[in-house]
């Protein structure tokens, strides 16, 4: 399986977590990771080498130049790694079909290969959207005149290769964001949302992107039937969102004993 | 490694989540489960030794014949096997010179080995006390007129088999059962305590008998120290103490998450 990572030094210990919840719970199964980034150190690079390898998986680093996203538009306070994710086709090996994106604040606590191999006839991703009514309400109203059914989240993406070579237009994704900037304030996932929602597969956010600040939500909607136990034996992607996270001083919440304990088994 | 434990069928699914978490977090190691028991079904037996087996374990069941504590003073809604704990010296085999009993609620985290070889010279157990004044304040006077400085738990007990065989009688257990019936609330702990507490040497709480209600009192009482890294680096036993346990529904706790998680991977 090809799984994307992308991101910057801050996060290479939750990046190790999320791997290591990965491997050891889909114990039969080949991974290549393609790490995309454009800051992190050689030694580190080496480091995150020596531990995918440790456990027999595969890694490619895929380097961005500085100059690669010199015309696209960067809002305050974001990177041009926002990018990198919405035009990862480009720097992927061009024989490739589909590859799952993972951000790094996740625990994999279940098999991954029924999610990695979602049909995705004629759409260019599939992802879960988080069905919290107010946030839905808010994005609706902060977006428009864009129409947005619902607000996917970026976390996990599985990503229709071959389609969005065909149909994912960097001109395009760059003059939206210059003519949106004020209203952005997640802008891949935004850009997602307003641009490609229609063509975006529905997962199981239960499932497959499991807002680990709602525990209590889940399960009042699901008349009790989302608990732990079912968590346990059928969530696949633990997603710690929000700001505050699992490896910072002063965290708190349901799955922080898990998360926890992964991290001491991942790094220690 | 000698592991006692002691249950009845209600009790065994409890016990395959504490032996998984025993074993997994304790790859290298080779352990002997000695299974004390009265009523436990022979195809349920059967289903445990396959199971200790399957991790490569050993496992020898010791089956307490009703007759056996025929004698013994019995206490409203307990039942023979509040001996068993006391008395296992008597069943284990005569050469054995240590043994630790676990309770079946009880996780395992983290290598179990340096506990097992707590010196114990002089000393017939090792147990944990659980700090909690108010619990303290109230077992010194409902045990009055014996002398209580510190109530251990016995739901971790390292035993010193030979001292035992010296200086444990089961006639003075007897006797001190029928002479303090009306006082008697968990009662071989009541024992442990009012008999022997002098010849227990006090083990860390925090490391070998966390008990998991209290994760924001012993955050407190050491200065944040305690906080939940130090649990997943260095606490080897969380113990699910009190009525609600993690295998009912509606519990919830710190733990519950990590709790869960063993129980899926243990048993499905």
Redesign the interface.
């Known amino acids: 399986m090809n799984l994307l990572v992308t991101l910057d030094s801050k996060y290479i210990q939750p990046l190790k977590v999320m791997l290591f919840s990965l491997f050891t719970n889909n114990p039969a199964e080949n991974f290549h990771i393609y790490l995309m980034h454009s800051s992190i150190k050689d030694n580190e690079i080496a480091d995150i080498e020596r531990f995918v390898n440790s456990y027999n998986q595969k890694l490619s680093v895929i380097k961005i130049a500085d100059s690669y996203f010199q015309n696209a538009p960067v809002i305050l306070h974001y990177t041009k790694e926002m990018y990198y994710r919405l035009l990862a086709y480009k720097f992927l090996p061009k024989n490739m079909d589909r590859i799952l994106y993972l951000d790094p604040d996740i625990l994999v606590?279940n098999p991954i290969r029924e999610l990695y191999e979602t049909e995705l006839d004629g759409y260019l991703y599939a992802a879960a959207f988080h069905n919290i009514l107010a946030v839905k309400k808010i994005n609706r109203i902060r977006l428009y005149p864009y129409k947005i059914d619902a607000y996917f989240n970026s976390g996990v993406l599985l990503m229709n290769l071959e389609l969005q070579r065909k149909l994912v237009d960097e001109e395009v994704i760059y003059s939206f964001v210059e003519k949106n900037r004020a209203k952005l304030i997640l802008p891949d996932q935004d850009i997602l949302n307003t641009l490609y929602s229609k063509q975006i597969k529905c997962l199981d956010e239960k499932l497959y992107n499991y807002d680990t600040r709602y525990y209590n939500y889940y399960k009042i909607i699901t008349n009790n039937a989302c608990?732990?136990?079912y968590?346990?034996?059928n969530t696949v992607i633990l997603h710690f969102c929000g700001k505050k996270k699992p490896w910072q001083?002063g965290?708190s919440g349901?799955?922080?004993?898990?998360y926890?304990?992964y991290?001491?088994k991942a790094i220690?």
């Not at 349901?254 to 898990?258: A, P, Q, V």
Request: proline share 0%.
């Open positions: 606590i608990d732990m136990d968590v346990m034996t001083k965290y349901k799955f922080y004993s898990l926890k304990h991290e001491k220690s």
